[in-house]
Structure formats: structure tokens, C-alpha cells
């Protein structure tokens, strides 16, 4: 490919896109504040840029994956970010940073010529694994059409969902908080079960089999909590992190929340005892912890 793409941040969703860009011919440039990371994508062919600066004087397609809102507009609008790069007129924000964040970067770089898509991804490190990375892009339409090669050489399933920054990341911080209230009550229901005599794999079978399923107990339930593996490549504090932020999105915009904040009343809770760096499946070990002792007399298995 002849054009020059720019990716930063090469972490646990960045490097494996990065990679696909490489698989698919695309020149590309990138930077990270973890050096290994940068090595590594060296190794496969990627160059190194010193800074988010030096990424956009080098491509005029520039991509950010990157783990929080102030971190994304430090790279995109500081000193040494994106904005101060010569050549990039294309940027492509694939984190998960909020309306309100997606919308200051974008007016920023309209004022230098540069075009902000909003471009999250979602599927995790094992959706990318199994070929289910989902890209969703609110832009214009003739700026989705200037990356769309781009996009389509990192992601399975590309989405163009809206025209105007911030409406994509209105809709995946809706996919984020129904996958951790998802997660959530299935872990509670399975815990009930259990406690009721029930063993946790007929209980998820006899829910995947019925209308409770999600791919919580699809997917999650079986890979990661039956198995007692706990490694989806995704750290708890991140989905927190979106859960916070989906709340605070629907506060915004006037509508009702109630379900929302009592799943977000159980992150911030995991978060504030120290399991934030943990992997997100983790949560199941948080929400067993907080079940209250039988009654006197009574034993595991016995239905009140």
C-alpha cells in the first residue's frame, strides 16, 4: 500500500492492530511509551517515531488506541501531540474516551485542517483472537471513505454509524455497559444457583439453552470463569473505566440510569478493594466475596 499509516499506543488492543495493518501491506509507523512494545512492531516491519509529533509528520493517516480521556487528548492536542504533526490530515480515534473528550479533539484539529473519525473498536483481545473485531465509525462520510482501507485491514466487521465525532462512542460505551451488566448478573444468577445445589456448568447450559443467555455465559462464563482461567487479555480497570463513563454519558444526555449506576455501584466497589489491575473476569471472584454467610442451621444446597 502506498500510503503511510500512523498508529499510537501498541498495548493489549493497539499491537494486534497494528499487526493486521502490517499483514495487510500497509507502511506503517508507530509509537508507544513502552519501548518493548515499540521493538516488537519494529521486528514485524512497523518504523519507529519518537513522538505522537513525528507520527503525524510521518503519515497522513494517523490511528490512536490509548487507555484513557486525558491521555488521549494529551497525545492528540499537547505539546508534542498529533495537532503539531506536518503530513497527517486523517485522525482516526479508536479509544474509548466519551462524547464530550471526542468532541474537544475534534474541533481542535478542525481548526488545522486535520479530520477526526471516531473509530472505537470492540471485541477485546479475544474477540480479535477469534476474528469478531468490530470497528464503528462516526465522521463524515468522505473522511470514512479517505481511511475505510485502512479500517477494513484492521478490523472483521467496519460500521459507518453516523456522521458527527462522539456519536460512536455514545453507541460503544452502550455495548460496554451492557457487557458488564451482562457479566454482572450472570455471575450473581450462577452464584444463586449454586448456592440452591445447582452445579455452575448445568446452570450455564440450562441458560445458554434458554432465554437468560448473553455471551456473558456464551462465551465468558465457559472460557473464563468454568474454566477458572480469568485471562480475556483485558484488565478490569478498563471495563470500569467505560462503565464509568456510559453512566456520566446517560446522565448527559437526560436519560434514565438507574440499572446502569447499580452496575457501575459494583466496579467502583471492585476497583476501590485493589482488583483494577486483575483481568476483567475477574469480577466474578469480587462478586462471590460479597455473599453473606447461611443462616444458622442451614446448608449449601437448601432452598429457604
Known amino acids: 500500500m502506498s500510503t503511510r499509516i500512523g498508529m499510537i ?26 519501548p518493548a512494545a515499540v521493538a516488537d512492531l519494529v521486528a514485524h516491519g512497523a518504523q519507529q517515531a519518537a513522538s505522537a509529533r513525528d507520527v503525524g509528520s510521518q503519515a497522513e493517516i494517523v490511528l490512536a488506541c490509548l487507555p484513557s480521556p486525558a491521555i488521549s487528548e494529551r497525545v492528540a492536542l499537547g505539546e508534542g501531540g498529533v495537532i503539531e504533526g506536518t503530513a497527517v490530515r486523517h485522525y482516526v480515534e479508536m479509544s474509548t474516551i466519551g462524547s464530550a473528550t471526542m468532541e474537544r479533539i475534534a474541533s481542535a484539529l478542525a481548526a488545522r485542517g486535520i479530520a477526526l473519525l471516531d473509530a472505537p473498536v470492540s471485541g477485546g483481545p479475544t474477540g480479535e483472537r477469534a476474528g469478531r473485531l468490530t470497528c464503528f465509525v462516526a465522521a463524515p462520510r468522505a473522511a470514512f471513505e479517505q481511511v475505510e482501507a485502512a479500517l477494513r485491514g484492521l478490523s472483521d466487521r467496519l460500521f459507518h454509524v453516523g456522521e458527527t465525532p462522539g456519536q460512536a462512542q455514545v453507541l460503544k460505551l452502550a455495548n460496554n455497559m451492557l457487557n458488564a451488566a451482562n457479566l454482572s448478573l450472570a455471575i450473581e444468577m450462577v452464584l444463586m444457583a449454586q448456592r440452591a445445589g445447582i452445579d455452575e456448568a448445568m446452570a450455564i447450559n440450562v441458560i445458554n ?37 456510559a453512566s456520566e454519558q446517560a446522565e448527559a444526555l437526560g436519560v434514565e440510569h438507574g440499572a446502569a449506576d447499580a452496575v457501575r455501584a459494583i466496579w467502583d466497589a471492585a476497583v476501590a478493594q485493589g482488583h483494577g489491575g486483575e483481568d476483567l473476569s475477574r469480577i466474578y471472584h469480587f462478586i462471590a466475596g460479597q455473599a453473606t454467610p447461611l443462616r444458622a ?3 449449601q444446597g437448601s432452598v429457604p
Not at 501498541?10 to 492492530?17: A, F, K, Q
Not at 448473553?214 to 483485558?234: D, M, P, V, W
Open 9 to 34: 499506543g501498541i498495548g493489549d488492543m493497539g499491537r494486534p492492530m497494528a499487526l493486521r495493518l502490517l499483514r495487510a501491506g500497509f507502511a506503517l509507523t508507530v509509537h508507544d511509551t513502552n
Open 209 to 245: 439453552a434458554s432465554t437468560g443467555r448473553s455471551r456473558a455465559t456464551e462465551e465468558t462464563f465457559k472460557a473464563q470463569i468454568l474454566s477458572r482461567t480469568f485471562n480475556t487479555g483485558a484488565k478490569l480497570s478498563i471495563l470500569h473505566k467505560d462503565v464509568v463513563l
Open 297 to 299: 442451621g442451614a446448608h
